[in-house]
């Protein structure tokens, strides 16, 4: 059906080129592309045998002119960039000036500054709509999975949602003292970052970490959970209908927030670049280096992802609550695709989006957040392609 051409190669490349290649039906042909073809190289080894046809390049996602090279070399029907946030409009550039199809799983920030929101990406509306092609932003799980569980939620059981409260929680134990699940630089920078969220129409401001729930998750049991900003909640709020407050929570243990205050408090998490024997570094990125590689956490992490929202809303002028969510287990996600539940959850929904691109489920020009689509198809293929999800009408609500 069509080709795809995924800039990455980390931990969410990976499940994403896995998941391709289960479903060569509709990915008869893919390319991985990164600054280091090393890596994927070793990625296509592992994938070679199926029926889906794996070519791999280099390119440094930094440069429009080395994008367009290689996107009008290979001719793919869909770029899926699952490289860094930092990134995001250099490839939508490339994919404006080749007239190729677009998807992502974060939004863009700028490297020189820990902000991330959707104005940048949003700003290129008019000119996707005009070329003719599609960009669908934010479809990994949360910013993703979470839109469309909230355009499911409006579009079947409320004519109005009130409340949403996005949960996130991970009971993994990769047996390290400290490491990140994903990219460290960009959780470090997402976690140390101030909370927020939306009440009536504005954004109210927390400091890192100031307000903290506990939660029981099921089938992983109580959690403590803190306030953070999250990309989505900017994107529902004007997506969603009746909204009076949203808010997304994570999970984070005391051992983790112990380190990663000793951290802050010795400056290793700053972005602000210093001077070190000569040269220039930045002590974050200096961090990231030092700290374990995400993608070697897979074979190590044991336990559940749960991951869901909590909505609060009116239907035919009485009240409904809802709560839908996805449990992953670590220890399946590795077996199945040598990864550990958050590059999984990550990866399947980008696979997924793309499909609903390719099959023309979500296709109009223009550049849209997942919850602007018919969330139908894209549900029926969560359950068919690893992330099954459940629903409860009787929750226990987040105070």
Request: include cysteine; aromatic fraction near 12%; charged fraction near 25%.
């Amino acid at each position: 059906m069509g080709r795809a051409l995924i800039i990455g190669a980390g931990g969410v490349a990976s499940v994403v080129a896995h998941k391709c290649c289960q479903n060569s039906e509709v990915f008869e042909e893919i390319c991985i592309a990164s600054r280091t073809k090393s890596k994927c190289d070793a990625l296509k080894a592992k994938l070679e045998g199926g029926k889906t046809k794996i070519e791999t390049a280099q390119v440094d996602a930094d440069h429009v002119e080395e994008l367009v090279a290689l996107i009008n070399s290979y001719k793919p029907d869909i770029v899926i960039n699952v490289a860094l946030p930092y990134q995001d409009l250099t490839i939508m550039d490339a994919c404006l000036e080749t007239k190729t199809h677009y998807l992502d799983t974060a939004n863009y920030e700028p490297l020189d500054t820990a902000k991330f929101e959707y104005s940048w990406q949003w700003a290129y509306r008019e000119k996707f709509e005009k070329a003719g092609i599609t960009a669908i932003l934010g479809c990994g799980f949360d910013p993703g999975v979470t839109g469309v569980f909230s355009a499911y939620a409006q579009k079947h059981y409320f004519d109005e949602i009130h409340y949403i409260d996005i949960l996130d929680a991970n009971a993994g134990d990769h047996g390290y003292p400290f490491a990140t699940n994903f990219n460290p630089e960009i959780n470090i920078r997402e976690v140390t970052a101030k909370g927020s969220y939306i009440e009536n129409g504005e954004w109210v401001e927390t400091e890192p970490m100031e307000i903290k729930r506990v939660y029981d998750f099921p089938e992983i049991g109580e959690k403590d959970m803190y306030l953070l900003h999250h990309e989505e909640l900017e994107s529902l709020a004007l997506n969603i209908k009746g909204i009076k407050r949203i808010r997304f929570f994570m999970t984070f243990s005391e051992k983790y927030l112990t380190h990663l205050n000793v951290l802050q408090n010795v400056g290793m998490t700053s972005i602000e670049p210093i001077m070190y024997e000569g040269k220039e570094i930045v002590p974050l990125q200096f961090l990231k280096a030092v700290l374990p590689d995400p993608a070697s956490l897979g074979p190590r992490t044991k336990g559940k992802t749960n991951i869901g929202c909590i909505y609060q809303g009116v239907k035919d002028g009485k009240p409904v609550k809802y709560y839908v969510y996805n449990v992953c287990d670590h220890e399946s996600c590795y077996k199945e695709v040598g990864s550990q539940a958050i590059s999984y959850t990550t990866g399947v929904p980008a696979m997924i989006g793309a499909m609903m691109l390719l099959k023309g489920e979500w296709k109009k020009p223009g550049v849209y957040n997942v919850e602007e689509f018919n969330p139908d198809p894209f549900m029926d293929a969560l359950n068919e392609w690893g992330l099954p999800w459940q629903e409860s009408f009787a929750p226990k609500l987040v105070d």
